[in-house]
């Protein structure tokens, strides 16, 4: 099975994208965790911010958070699977940061 970021980075390629700079990926994780409140908002509030004809999906909205995330983790060389195991192993053995 095909690492989520190997999917990241294939598609990054496939369109040309290129974050600048970290400082980049970190502003569209934010836009992305924005994205992924609007469609929260509109589901369980019937509140429309935006485009009220635009399809908002949070499963979608979800995962681009989680590519995002993703891909900031990847800038500063920071193995996402590996910090969430080492983090919770941490939490489960008492240890509380
Ligand atoms: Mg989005």
Redesign the pocket.
Known sequence: MTHPLQLIKRYFESKGITLATKKDAYVFLVT?VG??GDAIMRQENGWVRNDPTKEVDIA??AA?VFMMLWALADSYHVDLDQALKNKLERKLNGHHD
């Open positions: 992305e994205e992924l979608d909205e681009d």
